[in-house]
């Protein structure tokens, strides 16, 4: 779905692995396990090759920050840095956000095109220690894809709102970074 900013011949591609494997459940487990989430460290790589005109927020990067703000709480304010390291353009292949959750937790946020490497990882760092989760996004796209395909007839994609709301951050995440501040919620 397009944001209702966006002109109707505008088309949005948006890979969600994450959306469609176990990532968030198991995130989801881990933070009932740590206690007090202090900071979080969320991480996404994904190979050169993957990218489009999109750049690699929207179109790869724009559902770990949604991931994060179920698990961990609304993200209340964004400093970001994008940058165009490997391709020219007004689209970036590298973004780095510090964020601020409602609730008192920080952390940051990476997502990457630069080199070969397909995987995601979220560092949760509580009152008992830190707790890593992680995978492949090459095994957990497949195996996503496959699960997505199964169940067709009962939700074929992650909702509407979700969709919205990842293009939201996404966007977000990079007015800041092309900004050069730090931006609240309100001022995205």
Known sequence: PSPPEARSSTRWLIDVPLGWT???AQIQHRVQVTGRIRFVRGR???PVGWLTGEGVLVRWGAWLPVMLERTIGVID???ATT???RHPGAWED???ALVSFANGTEGT???DALGEHA???VELIGDDGPILCGGDLRAERVQGLARLYGQLGEHAAPASADAHRALFLARWIRQSGRLDTSLSRREA
């Open 119 to 121: 995987d995601w990882q």
């Open 109 to 111: 946020i990476e997502i």
């Open 44 to 46: 996404m790589r994904v």
């Open 22 to 24: 176990a990532a968030e």
């Open 94 to 96: 590298h973004a780095l």
């Open 83 to 85: 940058m165009n390291h």
């Open 77 to 79: 304010q964004i400093r």
